[in-house]
């Protein structure tokens, strides 16, 4: 059994920054990839960024440049740091994690105002 956990969502301001972790736990033999989905009200959840074991990253083109994906494999915790965040960026974001199966977070809620 594993387990996905997300922090670090909240409220701030147009132009403000975050910083979002995951961690996974539990039965892990290897994680291979770790992205971080985001699903705003009336829209379909979207992939924002995802990082392979090596360190690869890839990003939506609406985030590029301005939100970074990192990981630390010791403590298979996964971050996004979201700067110059717009409110265009509003959403419940998800972590996910493969580990031979697909586990997901619970999400954490992200609120840019105007």
């Known amino acids: 059994q594993v387990q996905v956990v997300e922090s670090g969502g909240g409220l701030v301001q147009a132009g403000g920054s975050l910083r979002l972790s995951c961690a996974a736990s539990?039965?892990?033999?290897?994680?291979?990839?770790m992205a971080w989905y985001r699903q705003a009200p009336g829209k379909q959840r979207e992939l924002v960024a995802v990082?392979?074991?090596?360190?690869?990253?890839n990003y939506v083109d609406s985030v590029k440049g301005r939100f970074t994906i990192s990981r630390d494999n010791a403590k298979n915790t996964v971050y996004l740091q979201m700067n110059s965040l717009k409110p265009d960026d509003t959403a419940v974001y998800y972590c996910?994690?493969?580990?031979?199966?697909?586990?997901w977070g619970q999400g954490t809620q992200v609120t840019v105002s105007s």
């Open positions: 990082i392979t074991r090596s360190g690869m990253t």
């Open positions: 996910k994690v493969l580990a031979g199966a697909e586990y």
């Open positions: 539990g039965v892990i033999f290897s994680i291979n990839h």
